[in-house]
């Protein structure tokens, strides 16, 4: 008998697929430029095509498997299959009229996208040169028939299938494929040279030329299709060389089962019958669409257009380290820095390690490396150091997942270097982002942290807005030791001072703190939480903020993707509102704010920058830190500054409602338009400023926007 709902929770999977519904709805967008909203519509087929990849194929893996146990909001995994395809049916709908919708916009810009058919003869004549020289050298038609068993087509696969009838034996039919090369362009533009763009897709190509491919047999019909296999990595923790078991999974990942089969609109049936077989995904996810990977449409963005762009933004740089001719140890030992990307240069953190790696002075880094870039320019300044003598340690997780590859070349190439590399712990990835930098000055060891809620990737923090900590606290830089003390000798840390680490202590640490604001409210002392993160999934936290309030605590959550917590519920949930930021940058900083016995915002407020969201795998099976925030100028910046903005922003927010549906923010009569996003562009940060800045344009630096506290009966 199937188990009822649970009325206090959202599921976790539907509800990540509103926050992609809302990623979508941003390529609906008329205020975004045209390309934009392309991008938008694109990341959207993208996130969905990860969320097969991994979720769903989760969540089949333990149907087949007979695991039948609900989720804590009562599902069992036979219906959240069945509610994630009746989701996932309506969002393809809304994504295929909004590509229509674009299409006819780009158009009218003069940027076309045109069916072959539809060609003049002497452009079909010169796409056929094109197509003899340029496609068909790159194409391998493969005929599937007893004598060719159906080949193995990789993870995302695109390609044509064919009914064929050999002219030669008319009573012979076969199928064909045309697996369509991943670096071929999805899209062929013609003939350049006009103001005008005209793009051809490259499936039409390949179809139109398709008894080019098969010379010897009649087309009887052809379908496209596209493939999506299971992504996710079993970790055998009894392996005994973690490095070589990756290497093995990855391997398996690519040639996992097809968990997702797409089929174009309309395709015939024997040919549907043909594919269903041969990928053996008869319980599957079988979508018809009018088009396939919409993931692609991104190649129509980079084509010099960039009047159909956002206009460009220049990160700035913390002033301070300029004024002291770009010396970060002794900017850092002034005062506590806090970097806000992407408004402010990644660059700072790149130039901290470098200089750390050139200083004679620095005798120690260490360095965690979750997430970054291919060829990262924080893995060569780690390399420099070791090469010049000093004591490097990188802790390298290689559960990252889809970066597993990176991270095991770049682990390769520090270890060639002489850094001393650690793979971190089974069972738990580490996902806190931490350097440390030791320096010998005087007869003293000082110690330079870096903490922050995002990766060490530079091209992420172009549009990721995170925090970026820098301390010369002896306390954090004592903290920060024994954190990679934990993980390279397993032994579990004692006696932290002011660092909070998960698995051991940050879930505790946030009971109570939430506890200490239920205290406050039943005592009649004003009280508050205030958290941002990227997701709210941890039912032993929600339960403590429907404990909170129902105490009469005021509750704000900014939660850009996931949220299993029913806001706005009488008796429940009445006192907590619940948003969701989705703009021109991905929201992916973690914050959390408790009043401390005042209203929010205050200057007493316990306030904490986090690389954890609110899930069981960050607070149970993963590294992560709970960072306080106890700089005056910093505190000023995180609260009243980037807490206050996000809460305040009426241009990107959407506001959940207790039945668990997104409503865009709408401006009220009188009420002024404010968006964060472009706050934090127009305005320098409060801890980075200069004495420059300071000094000479004081008049043109506006005070934070003005939060008025909700009144909570």
């Known amino acids: 008998m199937p188990r009822t709902p649970n009325p206090l929770y959202f599921n976790r999977e539907l509800s990540w697929l509103q926050f992609n519904t809302r990623v979508m709805e941003e390529a609906r967008n008329k205020s975004v430029p045209l390309l934009e909203r392309l991008r938008f519509l694109s990341i959207s087929a993208s996130n969905l095509d990860e969320f097969y990849m991994v979720r769903v194929a989760g969540l089949r893996t333990q149907m087949l498997a007979g695991m039948n146990a609900p989720s804590f909001d009562g599902l069992t995994p036979e219906r959240q299959l069945d509610k994630i395809a009746k989701q996932v049916d309506r969002l393809i709908e809304a994504q295929e009229r909004c590509w229509v919708t674009l299409r006819s916009e ?59 009838t050999h002219r030669a034996a008319p009573d012979d039919s076969a199928f064909g494929l045309v697996p369509i090369p991943a670096h071929l362009p999805r899209f062929l533009q013609l003939a350049a040279g006009s103001k005008k763009r005209d793009y051809v897709m490259m499936e039409d190509v390949i179809g139109h030329f398709l008894p080019d491919l098969f010379p010897d047999s009649d087309i009887d019909s052809q379908g496209l299709f596209r493939i999506t296999r299971d992504s996710d990595i079993a970790i055998d923790e009894e392996a005994e060389d973690l490095v070589q078991h990756f290497e093995f999974l990855l391997k398996e990942r690519r040639r996992g089962r097809v968990i997702r089969l797409e089929l174009n609109e309309g395709i015939e049936p024997d040919l549907r019958h043909f594919l269903i077989e041969s990928f053996e995904c008869w319980d599957e996810d079988i979508q018809e669409a009018k088009y396939l990977g919409m993931v692609d449409l991104k190649g129509l963005i980079d084509n010099g ?59 120690v880094i260490k360095q965690t490396l979750y997430r970054t870039s291919d060829d990262s320019p924080i893995v060569r300044a780690l390399i420099d150091a070791a090469e010049s003598g000093k004591s490097v340690t990188a802790l390298v997780e290689i559960q990252a997942r889809f970066d597993e590859a990176t991270n095991l070349k770049f682990a390769r190439d520090l270890e060639r270097a002489g850094v001393q590399v650690v793979y971190g712990l089974l069972g738990f990835k580490t996902h806190a982002k931490v350097s440390l930098v030791i320096r010998r000055e005087g007869e003293t060891l000082q110690t330079y942290t870096h903490l922050g809620t995002g990766n060490y990737h530079a091209l992420n923090a172009k549009i990721y807005t995170d925090l970026a900590l820098f301390t010369a606290d002896p306390v954090i830089g004592s903290d920060v030791g024994k954190l990679f003390n934990f993980v390279t000798s397993s032994s579990r840390p004692r006696d932290l001072q002011k660092l909070v680490l998960a698995p051991h202590g940050l879930r505790d640490a946030l009971y109570v703190h939430i506890d200490a604001e239920i205290a406050n409210a039943k005592a009649g002392r004003p009280s508050g939480i205030w958290a941002k993160m990227n997701a709210l999934v941890d039912q032993g936290i929600i339960d403590k903020l429907y404990e909170a309030s129902r105490a009469g605590v005021p509750i704000d959550l900014v939660v850009r993707g996931i949220c299993c917590l029913r806001p706005g519920v009488k008796g429940l949930s009445e006192t907590i509102n619940v948003k969701s930021i989705v703009g021109r940058y991905l929201e992916h900083s973690r914050i959390v704010a408790f009043g401390n016995g005042h209203e929010l915002p205050s200057h007493n407020a316990k306030l904490f920058m986090s690389s954890a969201d609110w899930m069981p795998r960050n607070l149970d099976r993963r590294i992560e830190t709970l960072v306080p925030i106890e700089s005056p100028t910093v505190h ?78």
Do not use: C
């Open 106 to 164: 780009l158009a009218s810009k003069k940027i076309v996208v045109s069916r072959v058919a539809d060609l003049d003869d002497e452009a079909k004549t010169d796409l056929h040169e094109r197509f003899e020289t340029q496609i068909l050298p790159l194409l391998s038609p493969l005929a599937v028939d007893a004598a060719h068993p159906f080949p193995f087509l990789s993870n995302l696969s695109l390609g044509l299938a064919a009914s064929l």
């Open 305 to 363: 257009r960039h009047d159909l762009l956002f206009p460009p933004f220049t990160a700035r740089f913390p002033e301070r380290i300029r004024d002291l001719d770009g010396n970060h140890f002794a900017a850092i030992a002034a005062k506590d820095i806090l970097v806000h990307h992407p408004y402010e240069e990644f660059d700072v953190v790149i130039q901290f390690l470098r200089q750390a790696a050139r200083d004679p002075d620095v005798v």
């Open 636 to 713: 000023d910046q995180v609260l009243d500054q980037i807490m206050v903005a996000n809460l305040m922003d009426n241009t990107n927010s959407w506001d959940l409602q207790a039945s668990g549906k997104y409503v865009r923010r709408k401006l009220q009569e009188g009420e002024i338009p404010f968006s964060a996003h472009q706050y934090f562009m127009d305005n320098p940060s409060l801890s980075g400023r200069g004495e420059a800045l300071e000094k000479s344009r004081p008049a043109e630096l506006p005070d934070p926007p003005r939060f008025t506290p909700r009144l909570v009966s």
